[in-house]
């Protein structure tokens, strides 16, 4: 028990949580084509990353447990709402929880940008994603730009976001 509970402090330390199971620290790499997905959201109508082509996309992994993703949605929602009339989408990819989970706990949080549902995983194994929050800034282009384990305030959001916009 007292590993576990270290464990868990030194992800909260670090601003990332590991997943069960998740054997790879590696991510998508920067440079290539972001792997395409279609996910169905919450708001029940599927979603592919290649339909947000001709925006730079700011991709979030995470989880209605992860401390740190919970710290970092207030800033991603800031940056959703500050690019709103932007060619700038922001978009959670939530691990194995259900519809219900995760619009209970987003509504609480006052969270608008998209939810998307990744009920089995395969679109966190295509990713790589091994912790939480990881999140993908892709340009409009459709290419990784940057990958981030763990959690960003507004000020570094912003400075991926404007440098996405420059490739």
């Known amino acids: 028990m007292r590993i576990w509970l270290a464990a868990a402090w030194a992800a909260v330390g670090l601003g990332a949580c590991g997943l069960p199971g998740a054997r790879s620290t590696a ?16 708001d029940g109508a599927r979603h592919s990353l290649s339909s947000y082509r001709g925006r730079v996309v700011v991709l979030n992994f995470w989880a209605t447990w992860c401390i740190p993703c919970r710290a970092e949605m207030p800033d991603l929602e800031h940056e959703a709402r500050l690019h709103r009339t932007d060619p700038v989408s922001i978009v959670g990819v939530d691990w194995k929880e259900s519809a219900g989970q995760v619009t209970d706990f987003t509504a609480g949080l006052g969270i608008s940008y998209p939810m998307l549902l990744d009920t089995d995983g395969q679109v966190y194994a295509r990713y790589r994603v091994s912790a939480l929050p990881t999140t993908f800034i892709i340009d409009a282009r459709g290419r990784l730009v ?22």
Do not use: C, H, M, W
Not at 33 to 42: C, E, H, I, R, S
Not at 147 to 163: L, M, N, Q, T, Y
């Open 27 to 42: 991510s998508a790499s920067p440079g290539n084509p972001a792997p395409d997905f279609n996910l169905v959201g919450v």
């Open 146 to 167: 940057k990958s981030r384990i763990g959690i960003a305030g507004r000020d570094e959001i912003e400075v991926e976001i404007k440098a996405a916009q420059r490739t």
